[in-house]
């Protein structure tokens, strides 16, 4: 299975700061990589596809950048609303795996 | 809008067999654009991918769980299930069941695009 593995695992942020997390495949993954958020007790939304692709609906602050094995999740102005858990995750192989989250949280 | 809702019981024993149920409303899981999944998370953890289904029937699998997994469709009520059998403390979790649509573009691809809101199952005697 491929491995993916996510940084920082958590971070402190304020709202309107520029946040990056990273996120690294053990094997090439071309962009078939998937970001999803998080919100405590709630399901995980897809926000991005093929590593840049928004999902409709997803606000413009965030972006997606990589292939390969390195990819990274760019929110560009936080807000209150982005305060949750991102994970990423491949979808170029079976068994499709995730990333071990990133937590953001308020400074 | 396409909603889907897991349903099933809240605490298995031990050795048992964990059961559980996702209905779908607002589209059919007899469409032939989408795959019905089964993911997992148990407390304060990441996300496992158990498996999904087609509406022909077709499974995928995670192979850390093929020994006791099984996923199957009723068309005719627009559900899909999951069976987990002899399941330990290592099985609870939040459940999460999630359709899989095939995005295109330059990298096309089967995303997660809708889930369920997710059930706790908790494997206890």
């Known amino acids: 299975a491929i491995r993916m593995t996510q940084s920082p695992s958590s971070l402190s942020a304020s709202t309107g700061d520029r946040v990056t997390i990273a996120c690294r495949a053990s094997?090439?993954?071309?962009?078939?990589l998937a970001w999803f958020q998080q919100e405590p007790g709630k399901a995980p939304k897809l926000l991005i596809y093929?590593?840049?692709t928004l999902q409709s609906g997803v606000p413009s602050r965030f972006s997606g950048s990589g292939s390969g094995t390195d990819f990274t999740l760019t929110i560009s102005c936080l807000q209150s609303a982005d305060f949750a858990t991102y994970y990423c995750?491949?979808?170029?192989?079976?068994?499709?795996?995730f990333g071990q989250g990133t937590k953001v949280e308020i400074k | 809008q396409v909603q889907l809702q897991e349903s099933g019981p809240g605490l298995v024993k031990p050795s048992q067999t964990l059961s559980l149920t996702c209905t779908v409303s607002?589209?059919?899981?007899?469409?032939?654009?989408?795959?019905w999944n089964w993911i997992r998370q148990p407390a304060g953890k990441g996300l496992e991918w158990i498996g999904r289904?087609?509406?022909?029937?077709?499974?995928n699998y995670n192979p850390s769980l093929l020994s006791r997994v099984t996923i199957s469709v009723d068309t005719s009520n627009n559900k899909f299930s999951l069976k987990l059998s002899s399941v330990t403390a290592a099985d609870t979790a939040v459940y999460y069941c999630?359709?899989?649509?095939?995005?295109?573009?330059?990298?096309?691809?089967?995303?997660?695009?809708?889930w369920g809101q997710g059930t706790l199952v908790t494997v206890s005697s």
């Open positions: 094997q090439g993954i071309s962009s078939y």
């Open positions: 093929a590593a840049s």
């Open positions: 999630a359709r899989d649509q095939l995005f295109g573009g330059s990298f096309p691809g089967w995303v997660f695009d809708y």
């Open positions: 607002g589209g059919s899981v007899s469409s032939g654009s989408y795959y």
């Open positions: 995750q491949q979808y170029y192989s079976y068994p499709r795996t």
């Open positions: 289904i087609y509406t022909s029937g077709n499974t």
